[in-house]
Nanobody, 115 residues
Framework: QVQLVESGGGLVQAGGSLRLSCAAS????????MGWYRQAPGKQRELVAV???????KYEDSVKGRFTISRDNAKNTVYLQMNSLKPEDTAVYYC?????????WGSGTLVTVSS
């Protein structure tokens, strides 16, 4: 079992920045990858960024060059630094961890970008 708690969402103007945090607890030694997803109103949940054990990162095309996923192993925390935010980035952002093919989810944090 892995527990995930997100924080850092909020309201920001277009062009601004936010950093999301995801604190993991439980069987963290078995995590293969951690990532951030988002779900905008009326849309399907989509993968934003993923960090695979070993350091490989992948990003959704629309956030490349603006978002950065990173981790602090000492704090068991994964971050999503979001710069140059756009109104279309408005969504609930979810942290996820993959363990043996199973996904664990946080409860989400709302990011609202005003124009």
């Amino acid at each position: 079992q892995v527990q995930l708690v997100e924080s850092g969402g909020g309201l920001v103007q277009a062009g601004g920045s936010l950093r999301l945090s995801c604190a993991a607890s439980g069987s963290i030694f078995s995590i293969n990858a951690m990532g951030w997803y988002r779900q905008a109103p009326g849309k399907q949940r989509e993968l934003v960024a993923v960090l695979i054990t070993g350091g490989t990162t992948k990003y959704e095309d629309s956030v490349k060059g603006r978002f950065t996923i990173s981790r602090d192993n000492a704090k068991n925390t994964v971050y999503l630094q979001m710069n140059s935010l756009k109104p279309e980035d408005t969504a609930v952002y979810y942290c996820a961890a993959e363990v043996g093919g199973m996904h664990y989810w946080g409860s989400g944090t709302l990011v609202t970008v005003s124009s």
